[in-house]
């Protein structure tokens, strides 16, 4: 059994808390809320299993947290996941959110840019996310100053015909929609809308 303790706490979301994993830096866990029931993680790693049948060399960066199994705690049965780090530091990614809300460090050229290949991986290799936040994207510094969106929560979708996952003009058509419903068509038009919530 892991043992997570106060000092590997990471973060919380509506669903779950997150924990550095004690044993691998590379990894986290994120432990289920009380109130979030069993059926929901299971759709969730159901959309994973489907996803590790991939190729994922063809991708041209991880741009998503990927799941890896399930594992007991002291804190109850966790998910074992990727852990975003900056190569440039080693220190945990921070996520959109902060970088549009608090910080300035990261030029919006910049973020634009990464945004709009995030869009571009997303259709391209019909992955989809049904909770797009800024607070569920991290921002990864790379040793050569680039910039890359990485999701870390909401992977998956609802659809009961999921004509997405097949065809590309659906999978673009998914993707637009996304975007446009979680005010992501510019990197501006986010942070106005952070700023209002």
């Not at 691998?24 to 049948?53: M, V």
């Not at 049904?130 to 659809?159: E, F, M, T, V």
């Not at 993707?175 to 700023?195: A, M, P, Y």
Request: glycine letters at 6%.
């Amino acid at each position: 059994m892991i043992q997570l303790e106060d000092r590997h706490y990471i973060g919380e979301g509506e669903i779950r808390f997150c924990y550095e994993h004690p044993n691998k830096k590379g990894l986290c866990i994120k432990i289920p809320r009380p109130e979030t029931t069993r059926a929901y993680t299971n759709k969730e790693l159901l959309y994973f299993k489907k996803l590790s049948k991939r190729n994922k060399t063809k991708y041209n960066y991880p741009f998503y947290s990927d799941f890896y199994d399930e594992i007991q705690t002291n804190k109850g049965l966790g998910q074992v996941f990727d852990l975003v780090r900056d190569e440039t530091t080693g220190k945990i990614s921070k996520t959109l959110e902060y970088y549009l809300i608090q910080s300035n460090e990261i030029d919006d050229k910049k973020l634009e840019n990464a945004l709009l290949e995030l869009k571009h991986q997303m259709t391209k290799h019909k992955v989809f996310t049904r909770d797009l936040r800024a607070r569920n994207i991290c921002c990864k510094i790379n040793k050569d100053g680039s910039i890359r969106l990485i999701i870390i929560d909401g992977i998956g979708h609802r659809d009961f015909f999921p004509f997405a996952d097949w065809f590309h003009y659906f999978s673009q058509k998914k993707v637009d929609r996304t975007f446009t419903k979680w005010h992501f068509n510019s990197i501006d038009e986010q942070r106005n809308f952070l700023k209002k919530g």
